[in-house]
């Protein structure tokens, strides 16, 4: 017995990424830690990619993949630079919050 494939309409695909954007949206808007607003950042990138792949699947295009893997590959070089600022920051500081960052002097 053959399983019954199962085929995801580009529409929920696309849905999905509107959801995940407007929550990274969200959390850089009302969020004040510099970590939360980092990690609503990459949600948001990630929607990006989640949207290139379903059009690429819906149009039967590789070219899609290829350029979300060169996305990821920077995002995972964007992740290990701010990451490392943030913990600079917060050693020299002892907080992440941005308000209390927005007065950072010499």
């Keep these: 017995m053959e399983p019954i ?5 580009t529409e929920l695909y696309l849905a999905l990424a ?12 009302i969020r004040r830690s510099a970590i939360l607003i980092f990690m609503s950042i990459e949600l948001m ?3 990006g990619n989640l949207a290139i792949v379903a059009f690429a699947r819906h149009w039967g295009q590789v070219g899609g993949q290829v350029l979300v893997f060169f996305v ?3 995002a995972a070089a964007e992740v290990a630079v701010g990451l490392a600022l943030i913990v600079t920051i917060f050693r020299s500081r002892r907080s992440i ?3 209390e960052l927005h007065q950072m002097e010499g």
């Design 18 to 29: 509107v959801v995940l954007f407007v929550m990274g949206a969200l959390g850089v808007v």
């Design 97 to 99: 919050n941005v308000d």
């Design 45 to 47: 990138l990630n929607a």
């Design 5 to 9: 494939p199962v085929f995801v309409p």
């Design 72 to 74: 990821m590959t920077v």
